[in-house]
């Protein structure tokens, strides 16, 4: 069945990096758009930006553009999301999700969610 | 403008019909998908496209469209609907939107 396992809970302080890994299976890894989407605690669901798995291009909204990078290793049918610069607002869970490439980009199948904690 | 209006908070009584809705230019050129969120578990898609459901969403769910709004129906609303639904979509330059959420308390 199709699946998305992303990496487990971390914690950073405040200026650090972190990346987190969202693992495809049961379907073809480049065929469709892997989203990250963050959701802090309490909040809504908030867009971090997206990868065409296939193409490799990317999508971010302007508040993700100068911290976050997504990318993608189709040998293992991963992709990645690395949020630099860390304050204490980036506490929140972390999804991967996937879409069509084209059209409406529903999400159809979403990942278990990685927990990110920034403290100092 | 790029954004998606939610209502925050709607209320249904057990058994009836209720319709969250979701406002925003970007729905007159693409549809809203809808997703189901409840504590602590990642969101669901419930429908998406013009009025499509993912295998094991209940027949009850329903997505529909009208200009710049999209609504997400759900009729004999059971105890188990209780939660937070979300709308989404995009806009022409790929950018993706989220609505705020409107949580569905079942009475």
């Known amino acids: 069945q199709v699946q998305l396992v992303q990496s487990g809970a971390d914690v950073k302080k405040p200026g650090a990096s972190v990346k987190i890994s969202c693992k495809a299976s049961?379907?073809?890894?480049?065929?469709?758009?892997l989203h990250w989407v963050r959701q802090a605690p309490g909040q809504s669901l908030e867009w971090m930006g997206w990868?065409?798995?296939?193409?490799?291009?990317?999508k971010y909204p302007q508040q993700s553009q100068d911290r976050v990078v997504i990318s993608r290793d189709i040998s293992a049918a991963t992709a990645y999301m690395e949020v630099t610069s860390l304050t204490s607002e980036d506490t929140a869970v972390y999804y991967c999700?996937?879409?069509?490439?084209?059209?409406?980009?529903?999400?159809?199948?979403w990942g278990q969610g990685t927990l990110v904690i920034v403290s100092s | 403008s790029s954004e998606l209006t939610q209502d925050p908070a709607v209320s249904v009584a057990l058994g009836q019909t209720v319709r969250i809705t979701c406002q925003g230019d970007?729905?007159?050129?693409?549809?809203a998908s809808w997703y189901q969120q409840k504590p602590g578990q990642a969101p669901v898609l419930v429908t998406y496209?013009?009025?499509n459901r993912p295998s094991g969403i209940p027949d009850r769910f329903s997505g529909s469209s009208s200009r710049d709004t999209a609504s997400l129906t759900i009729t004999e609303t059971q105890a188990e609907d209780e939660a937070v639904y979300y709308c989404?979509?995009?806009?022409?330059?790929?950018?993706?939107?989220f609505g705020g959420g409107t949580k569905l308390t079942v009475l």
């Open positions: 999700a996937r879409s069509p490439q084209h059209g409406d980009y529903w999400l159809d199948t």
């Open positions: 496209g013009k009025n």
């Open positions: 990868i065409n798995a296939g193409l490799g291009n990317t």
């Open positions: 970007s729905l007159r050129n693409y549809y």
């Open positions: 049961g379907y073809t890894f480049t065929s469709y758009t």
């Open positions: 989404h979509s995009r806009d022409s330059g790929g950018f993706v939107l």
